[in-house]
């Protein structure tokens, strides 16, 4: 059977097979031109020049409830997801016997049984509903109290666990003052105002240009969590504009909502002794994992893109269902409450944030799946299926992540650094054993 899982937040909706192959986060956005609408992606791609047609708030208030002007009357809320989940589902899901969806814990028993019935409507056969932060925390070795802050489109979202016999969901809140569409306005007008103080150039004074901003935004955020500034182009009246953007200044401009979500974090009363679980798509705001961890004494974990989705696939024998009122799983098995066996495990992000997790290992032009059983790796360069008596580094389908395991004296290196324990590949990884000349190269491939 067909299985996979849907993590469904309003940042971006996304697939996930049992192999761990993510779709393409498609944002919850519609923009609405009289009969025309465009969903996700291609309405993000729109929406600087049409601001006024776009509606963002369609997940987070999803009901029957008329959408308002200067929409059309006839449109609810609902009819945005369904047009939106629609679109999402035939491009990355439409094969599926089976889904599981990972939501927020902030929709209420209507919009849950909403959300089925769009679904239903849509021939999607939902077999469980499991709250997203405790899918993402199960499976890992955590501190008692434990918190997963996710950051959607208006607002932020807190959950606090309770990480022992069960990981169960305690309570969940909600910081309205802050959301990814604001801060991209905040970092726009940062850009905008560098521009023209350097070139005299205002690239919000027109909607073309504005929209090209928007665009790059994306990729120049991902370049400065890593980098202290980047450069950004512009093109306009048949000039090229060039300015470098600083680090520093993206996240000067983003510390009132880093503040907030600091104060959120900490007006729990909690032990010191914490693990804050970060989504990976807050974490790839400039600087937010670091002000969290220096300004709310929390150990900072940042989650794999599909922690939630493989989470739930990982557990479908428990949250399944055959009922059609779906129970809401709010609680997981802890790792001290499961048989004795192989259990996944927390491991080192993958260095990139690639929206592709690895399927094969590549060597000598043959390709070997990646699945749950190991694959064995000699110094010779030679993938072998293992013999799990004998202590070898070995390759395997892990946490939703593909895992090397190189315990101590195995001589692993990926792209020339040396490896020792639990790291989780990224596609175009080259692996290396000893002083063998033989590359084993880290591949996705396209299904």
Not at 85 to 91: D, P, S, T, Y
Not at 122 to 138: E, K, N, P, S, T
Not at 352 to 368: F, M, S, Y
Request: aromatic share 4%.
């Amino acid at each position: 059977m067909d299985r996979v899982a849907l993590k469904l937040v309003d940042t971006g909706l996304q697939f996930v097979s049992p192999r761990g192959r993510l779709s393409r986060p498609s944002p919850g956005l519609a923009l609405i031109d009289g009969r025309e609408l465009a969903v996700g992606l291609d309405a993000e791609g729109k929406a600087r020049l049409n601001p006024r047609r776009l509606h963002s708030h369609f997940w987070q208030d999803l009901g029957t409830a008329p959408l308002g002007r200067p929409f059309p009357g006839y449109l609810r809320t609902a009819d945005l997801a369904h047009a939106h989940l629609k679109a999402v589902w035939e491009a990355y899901g439409g094969n599926a016997d089976e889904v599981i969806i990972a939501v927020p814990g902030v929709y209420s028993d209507e919009q849950l049984a909403l959300l089925l019935g769009i679904a239903r409507e849509l021939g999607i056969r939902v077999c469980g509903l499991i709250d997203a932060a405790v899918a993402a925390a199960a499976d890992r070795e955590l501190r008692p109290s434990v918190f997963h802050l996710d950051f959607h489109l208006h607002r932020a979202v807190l959950t606090e666990l309770e990480h022992g016999h069960e990981i169960v969901r305690k309570t969940v809140r909600i910081e309205p003052r802050v959301g990814l569409l604001a801060l991209r306005d905040t970092w726009a007008r940062v850009i905008a105002q560098t521009f023209v103080r350097t070139t005299r150039f205002d690239p919000l004074h027109v909607a073309a240009t504005e929209q090209v901003l928007y665009t790059q935004l994306a990729d120049h955020l991902e370049v400065l969590t890593e980098k202290e500034s980047t450069e950004v182009r512009i093109a306009s009246g048949g000039r090229q504009h060039t300015i470098e953007l600083d680090r520093a200044r993206i996240i000067d401009a983003a510390i009132p909502t880093y503040e907030t979500l600091s104060s959120l974090v900490n007006d729990h009363e909690h032990p010191n002794d914490r693990t804050l679980l970060l989504s990976h798509r807050s974490a790839a705001l400039p600087g937010l994992a670091d002000h969290l961890e220096e300004h709310t004494d929390s150990a900072v974990v940042v989650l794999h893109p599909a922690a939630a989705a493989s989470g739930a696939l990982a557990h479908a024998d428990r949250i399944r269902s055959t009922d059609p009122a779906l129970p809401f799983i709010t609680r997981l098995p802890g790792l001290d409450a499961r048989p004795p066996g192989p259990v996944t495990i927390p491991v080192t992000s993958p260095r990139d944030g690639e929206r592709h997790l690895p399927t094969h290992l590549v060597i000598n032009g043959v390709a070997h799946r990646i699945d749950s059983v190991p694959l064995a790796l000699d110094h010779a360069g030679v993938v072998e299926r293992a013999d799990v008596d004998q202590p070898q580094a070995s390759v395997r389908w892990l946490a939703g992540q593909a895992v090397l395991e190189a315990p101590a004296g195995t001589e692993v290196t990926i792209n020339g650094a040396p490896i020792e324990g639990r790291t989780a590949l990224a596609p175009g990884d080259r692996l290396r054993l000893g002083s063998a000349d033989q590359e084993i190269l880290v591949v996705s491939m396209a299904d």
